[in-house]
């Protein structure tokens, strides 16, 4: 089951957020990020608020051909929201899920909504997240027309015993294929998704894996280290003692590994998981999140923030879409985040980043730490900012509580 809600106060109905917090709209970046909750299968791995047509049944309001017009009503509401003051959106995010479960026009009615109501960018960046099982040529030329010029797809390994324990379907000589018709259908950019760690991956698994995916010449590559989640399948298939959890040893091999055929292969580190082969082909949007924006998550279960507040939708398709048939907000609770918070947010964040943390954002205890942080190699300091060396980069986690202690 997908994780229980944060915990919060309770949301107006009406979706307004304090004057406060308006205020500050339009000051930063501002996204739209667009959760599309439906998949072919449940990965084992995966704890995101998703829902397979089996599980969902024939609830009303649930299904994937209502689920555009559902989203379409929520823009709405951001512009009532945020209406008074003109900020176009300068990315866009479908993520899911799999949002090309849903047909390209409904997505591309989607877009065209956010472009009716807020306008867009002139260099606006407009991703999909996809499998490379649920798209063909054809769907790749519709999303590309229908506005999309950015593309990642989950591609997670390229052997067949690492995809059978995430539960992942598709066949590996899949992920070229669609690079290249994604290539052909004119998108921007192209980035892979890895995934390193899977128990019974050995070192020269995550190998083939990395040959394969850069063998793509892709433009971007994103590689997490696995995540055992509370509550998912593979949570108890390693309780039960039928997988053993991931060796952290392991997996800091392996992410050496990576970083280095990355880097040779011309993809250079942006953030802790993340590399790009051109500083413009980094994702925005995800800076967008790491860097302090503001963005409104539309979709059962996302997450929004404008000037210090962050609420979330009900996780439910069905009360997703009931509540906005019925004129009200889908926000189900939300949060003031205080100026400590979104100081020690910034340290957690901007701390993975290569553009690296300024050390005036630290506190009098996290600038008296900088240098035994330079010593033991974990950071260096360029030009007053802080920046994660390789080693800092695999002790990320230690590094921030060092400094917000």
């Known amino acids: 089951m997908p994780p ?12 307004s957020i304090p004057d406060d917090a308006y205020a500050e709209f339009g000051r930063r970046p501002f996204g739209l990020y667009v959760h599309v909750p439906f998949c072919t299968v449940r990965c084992g791995y995966c704890d995101f608020n998703t829902y397979t047509a089996e599980e969902l049944g024939d609830t009303p309001g649930a299904s994937r051909s209502t689920y555009a017009g559902a989203v379409i009503d929520e823009i709405r509401l951001a512009r009532r929201v945020l209406g008074h003051r003109d900020v176009k959106i300068e990315t866009i995010f479908f993520g899911g899920g799999t949002p090309t479960l849903l047909r390209p026009a409904d997505l591309g009615a989607v877009i065209a909504s956010a472009a009716a109501e807020f306008g867009l960018a002139d260099d606006v960046e ?5 499998n490379p099982d649920s798209v063909a040529a054809w769907d790749l030329e519709e999303l590309r027309s229908a506005g999309f010029n950015r593309i990642s797809f989950g591609m ?15 066949d590996p000589l899949r992920v070229p294929a669609a690079v290249q018709w994604a290539r052909a259908a004119g998108f921007d950019e192209v ?15 995550w190998e083939t894996s990395l040959d394969s995916a850069l063998a793509c010449e892709p433009d971007h590559v994103s590689a997490y280290s696995l995540i055992v989640e509370e509550g998912t399948a593979l949570a108890r298939r390693v309780r039960r003692g039928e997988l053993p959890m991931p060796d952290e040893d392991d997996a800091a091999d392996k992410y050496d590994l990576a970083d280095e ?9 942006y953030e802790v998981s993340n590399w790009a082969r051109r500083p413009e082909s980094r994702c925005r ?9 503001h963005w409104w998550g539309a979709g059962p279960g996302a997450h929004s923030h404008v000037g210090g507040v962050r609420w979330w939708n009900v996780k439910h398709p069905a009360a997703y879409a009931d509540r906005l048939a019925a004129g009200l ?5 939300r949060e003031y985040l205080t100026e400590a918070d979104r100081r020690f947010e910034r340290i957690l964040l901007e701390i993975r980043l290569r553009d690296g943390l300024p050390v005036l954002a630290l506190g009098r205890h996290g600038r008296g730490e900088v240098a035994r942080l330079m010593e033991e190699g974990l950071v260096e300091l360029l030009t007053e900012r802080l920046v994660l060396t390789r080693r800092g980069r695999l002790l990320a986690d ?8």
């Not at 907000?329 to 609770?333: K, T």
């Not at 230690?398 to 202690?405: E, I, N, Q, S």
């Open 329 to 333: 907000s889908p926000a189900h609770g």
């Open 261 to 269: 055929r990355l880097t040779a292969a011309g993809l250079e580190w």
């Open 126 to 130: 407009i991703t999909t997240e996809a």
């Open 285 to 293: 949007h995800n800076m967008l999140y790491w860097t302090g924006g």
């Open 191 to 205: 980035s892979l998704d890895l995934i390193y760690g899977t128990p019974g991956e050995s070192l020269g698994d």
């Open 4 to 15: 229980a809600q944060p915990v919060g106060d309770p949301a107006p109905e009406d979706g």
């Open 398 to 405: 230690a590094v921030v509580r060092d400094l917000t202690a």
């Open 156 to 170: 997670q390994s390229a052997v067949d015993h690492v995809l059978a324990v995430l539960d992942r379907t598709h």
